[in-house]
Every structure is written in C-alpha cells, then in structure tokens.
C-alpha cells in the first residue's frame, strides 16, 4: 500500500496533547485529546481513505516497521476480499479512520505484523494507537452483536450519524453497551489488600472487583464486592478516576476505601489468592496500562 505523503502517520510521536485529566490511560479516548472526532452526526465520508484500524482477533494488522503505525492511504487492496464493508470509526486529525475485522485465519501478508491488543500480553502499541484500536474492537463488537432487534428479532439499521440501531419492525432503538465495574483498593494505615486470580502470571496480584450489579449504586457495590470477595467492611469509599476497558465493552470506575474492620476471608470461588500488603514490600501488579496500577502507584500511601 502506498502511503500517503499528505497524512501524518499515526504514532506516539508527535501526537497532539491529552485532554488534561486526572487518569490519562490507554483505552480513554481522551487520550487522544481533540485530535479524535468521534462519527457522530456527520455525514460517512465518501472515499474510503484514510488510516486503517485492521482487527484480527484482539490485535492491529499494522506494517512491518519498527515504529509502529497504522497503514494510511486508500482501501489496502492486498486485503481485497478479506474484509467487507468498513466501519467508519470517526477522524483523527481531520483523517477517516476506517474498521474492518479481518478473518481468524487469514495468513497475515508479507510486509504487515500483527501486534496484540491487550496489555497482559505485553502490547508494544502506543497509548494513542491502544485507545484507537480499543474503539475498534468495541465498533466491531458492538457490530456482531447488534444486528437483530433483541425485541423482535427483525434485522435493525443503523441510525443515520448515531452508533445506535433502531428496528424497523417495531422502532426499538438500543445504543452500544458499555459494562460498568468498580475496582477499588482498599488501605489500612501502611497496608493494602491486594487480590490474585487463578492463571494470573506467577506472584502479580490486583486489586478487588467487580460488575455493578442491576439496582445498585457504585458505592454499594464497592461494598458488596470487596465483602464478598475478601470478606472485610469498608468505609470512606472515594473516586479516583475511570478507564474504559474494551475486553469487550467494560468501564472501570476506580475507588480507594478506607479498611474498617473484619477478617480478611478469600472467596476461593472468585480467586486464588488475597491478602493484606505493607505498601512498602508490594507484589509485582498490572502493567502500566490498567487503571489498577494506577491506583496503586498514586493510591496505595495514603
Ligand atoms: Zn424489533
């Protein structure tokens, strides 16, 4: 494919500012600061050009080069046949940034690479890349899951500048869903509870939670699930920030809690491990990526 000499390229360097928030990760789209105009409420650009956000599974189709970038130019023909129509994404800079979810089993092509998506498998994407590429996983799940009315069954369409489908049988309208789940560390003085999950890499540990469940408050399931996991009361329960988690449609809402009494109880349904941690001797924990080491880097002393 040709690349045009009139697009920057997307990588992390030289990318516009974020949006100055508390939480700048990946993942938010705000990271991408004002550069990124989401396709809502504008007209599909006529001409299939642009960058290309190329799915396979849960990794970028990107060009074989050391810095990593998207491919930018026309439709990439040496896909032909391989993906149908795209999904137009929104503009980055005043450029189309175009989906299209290649085949499990398509042998990548010489000259692209395919690199990981998600952070536990050592991602080597920039963050702006990462959030680009995270709305496309969501584009496209919401995509594969939205294409009949849940009401009726009937095939729905797409409302005209919106994500949103509407059924043209019986005029249900729905929205991509996103998942709301609290993640919350809970301190005591100089300590931390720290939680790990079976088939986590040896020795990393995390932090409690959990979805939100249906009727209840952020709070009160910040209480319900550092409860049921670990088995301790929490009380000065504060918001730190969010992240939004594309595996598939997630949003973390990060706390931290002051510990306020009670056992620490494992529910060894849910994990393999969880105990109380002096802040100074923590276990190695999530990558730089996830709102949890976050949290406990700027969190975990109070
Ligand atoms: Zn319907």
Same mark, same amino acid.
């Given at each position: 494919?040709?690349?045009?000499?009139l697009?920057?390229p997307v990588?992390a360097? !030289?990318?516009p500012?974020?949006?100055?928030?508390?939480v700048?990760l990946p993942?938010?789209r705000?990271?991408?600061?004002?550069? =990124?105009?989401?396709?809502?409420g504008?007209?599909?650009?006529?001409?299939?050009?642009?960058h290309?956000?190329?799915?396979?599974?849960?990794?970028?189709?990107?060009?074989?080069?050391?810095?990593?970038?998207?491919?930018?130019?026309?439709?990439?023909?040496? =896909?032909?046949?391989? =993906?149908g129509?795209?999904?137009?994404l929104?503009?980055?800079g005043g450029?189309p940034?175009w989906?299209?979810?290649?085949p499990?089993?398509?042998?990548?092509p010489?000259g692209?690479?395919?690199?990981?998506?998600?952070p536990m498998?050592?991602?080597?994407?920039?963050?702006?890349?990462?959030s680009l590429g +995270?709305?496309?996983?969501?584009?496209?799940?919401?995509?594969?899951?939205?294409g009949h009315?849940?009401r009726? +069954?009937?095939?729905?369409e797409?409302?005209?500048?919106?994500w +949103?489908?509407?059924?043209p049988?019986?005029?249900y309208?729905?929205?991509?869903?996103?998942h709301?789940?609290?993640?919350v560390?809970?301190?005591?003085?100089?300590?931390?509870?720290l939680t790990?999950?079976a !088939?986590?890499?040896?020795?990393r540990?995390?932090?409690?939670?959990?979805f939100v469940?249906?009727?209840?408050?952020?709070?009160?399931?910040?209480?319900?699930?550092?409860r049921?996991?670990v !088995?301790?009361?929490?009380?000065?329960?504060?918001?730190?920030?969010?992240q939004?988690?594309?595996?598939?449609?997630?949003?973390?809402? +990060?706390?931290?809690?002051?510990?306020?009494?009670g056992?620490?109880?494992?529910?060894?349904?849910?994990l393999?491990?969880?105990?109380?941690f002096?802040?100074d001797h923590?276990?190695?924990?999530?990558?730089?990526?996830?709102?949890?080491?976050?949290?406990?880097?700027?969190?975990?002393?109070?």
């Amino acid at each position: 494919m040709v690349r045009s000499e009139l697009v920057e390229p997307v990588t992390a360097v !030289g990318f516009p500012k974020p949006t100055p928030l508390a939480v700048n990760l990946p993942f938010n789209r705000d990271c991408l600061g004002e550069a =990124f105009v989401p396709a809502k409420g504008h007209e599909t650009p006529p001409v299939q050009a642009g960058h290309w956000l190329l799915v396979q599974g849960q990794s970028l189709i990107v060009p074989a080069e050391d810095e990593l970038r998207l491919p930018t130019g026309g439709r990439p023909t040496v =896909f032909d046949g391989h =993906f149908g129509e795209p999904l137009w994404l929104g503009t980055l800079g005043g450029t189309p940034c175009w989906v299209a979810s290649l085949p499990a089993d398509l042998t990548v092509p010489a000259g692209f690479q395919a690199e990981t998506l998600i952070p536990m498998q050592g991602t080597r994407l920039p963050d702006p890349l990462l959030s680009l590429g +995270g709305m496309a996983l969501q584009a496209l799940y919401w995509a594969s899951t939205s294409g009949h009315c849940p009401r009726c +069954g009937a095939s729905t369409e797409r409302i005209p500048g919106e994500w +949103g489908k509407r059924c043209p049988a019986c005029q249900y309208e729905h929205y991509p869903h996103l998942h709301p789940a609290v993640i919350v560390l809970v301190r005591d003085e100089t300590r931390v509870i720290l939680t790990r999950k079976a !088939g986590w890499a040896p020795g990393r540990y995390s932090l409690v939670a959990g979805f939100v469940d249906n009727g209840e408050c952020l709070e009160g399931a910040v209480h319900r699930e550092v409860r049921e996991e670990v !088995g301790v009361e929490v009380t000065d329960v504060q918001y730190v920030g969010s992240q939004n988690w594309p595996f598939p449609s997630q949003l973390m809402i +990060g706390f931290v809690a002051r510990y306020a009494g009670g056992e620490l109880v494992v529910d060894r349904d849910e994990l393999e491990d969880a105990r109380w941690f002096a802040v100074d001797h923590l276990p190695s924990g999530p990558g730089r990526h996830s709102i949890a080491r976050y949290i406990i880097d700027h969190h975990a002393r109070v």
